[in-house]
Structure formats: structure tokens, C-alpha cells
């Protein structure tokens, strides 16, 4: 990997996914007096959900790779249900997967040399 892809993918993970989030931060429902404001997001760690259903957080990219799965991190969007102008309690939601790119800023693993064939 080239140091401007990485470059290219932090600038993605840091500015252009919360542009693109909160381009639109207010849901407009169909129901009357009722909206939902986005307020935050997050980036998990490294997971992958298993055929039983549980989740594994002890995920590398080499395991991905051998196992033919995406290495990725969950998002997750805080949203804000008002009714009335009234907030409700905020609630958290997984919306989705972003792949993550070894060596970006997302990535939970050092990049020292001791560690680079864990990437591979």
C-alpha cells in the first residue's frame, strides 16, 4: 500500500464520512411533530459477526484474509427522536460496516516491524 492511499483513507475516516453524515442531520418523518436529529458517530474496533452469531473482536487482516472476509469496523450513528421539540433519549445504531485499511489511523494494530506479517 502506497502512503497516499493511506493518506487518501484517513482523510475519509476523519472528514469526508462525517461530511457526508451530517449532510443531512435532520430526518424529517411523515408523522407530525415527530423528527429524528443525528447528533454523533462512531468507528467500533475490528469485528466479525460468526455464523453462531457472536461477535469476534479478536479479529487481524491476516484471519480476514485467510477467511475470505471483509476486515472492517462497525459504525455507529447516535440518533435524537423529537417529539414536539422534545428530545427523547439518544439512541445508538449500528448502520453499517467500513471496511478498514491496514495501517490507516483506524487500525488497532502498531505498524512497527515487529508486527507487519500480523497485516499480511
Same mark, same amino acid.
Given at each position: 500500500?502506497?502512503?497516499?492511499? #493511506?493518506?487518501?483513507?484517513? *482523510?475519509?475516516?476523519?472528514?469526508?464520512?462525517? +461530511? /457526508?453524515?451530517?449532510?443531512? !442531520?435532520?430526518?424529517? $418523518?411523515?408523522?407530525?411533530?415527530?423528527?429524528?436529529?443525528?447528533?454523533?458517530?462512531?468507528?467500533?474496533?475490528?469485528?466479525?459477526?460468526?455464523?453462531?452469531?457472536? #461477535?469476534?473482536?479478536?479479529? *487481524?487482516?491476516?484471519?480476514?484474509?485467510?477467511? +475470505? /472476509?471483509?476486515?472492517a469496523? !462497525?459504525?455507529?450513528? $447516535?440518533?435524537?427522536?423529537?417529539?414536539?421539540?422534545?428530545?427523547?433519549?439518544?439512541?445508538?445504531?449500528?448502520?453499517?460496516?467500513?471496511?478498514?485499511?491496514?495501517?490507516?489511523?483506524?487500525?488497532?494494530?502498531?505498524?512497527?516491524?515487529?508486527?507487519v506479517?500480523?497485516?499480511?
Amino acid at each position: 500500500m502506497t502512503k497516499h492511499h #493511506i493518506e487518501s483513507y484517513n *482523510t475519509f475516516i476523519t472528514k469526508i464520512l462525517k +461530511d /457526508i453524515i451530517f449532510e443531512e !442531520p435532520v430526518i424529517e $418523518t411523515s408523522i407530525p411533530g415527530y423528527k429524528v436529529v443525528i447528533r454523533n458517530f462512531r468507528l467500533g474496533d475490528p469485528q466479525v459477526r460468526e455464523i453462531d452469531g457472536s #461477535i469476534n473482536k479478536n479479529i *487481524t487482516p491476516m484471519e480476514c484474509r485467510h477467511r +475470505d /472476509i471483509t476486515y472492517a469496523v !462497525p459504525l455507529y450513528v $447516535t440518533f435524537v427522536p423529537y417529539e414536539n421539540n422534545i428530545p427523547e433519549n439518544p439512541v445508538e445504531v449500528l448502520v453499517g460496516e467500513i471496511p478498514l485499511m491496514i495501517k490507516s489511523i483506524k487500525d488497532p494494530l502498531p505498524s512497527d516491524t515487529g508486527r507487519v506479517g500480523k497485516h499480511r
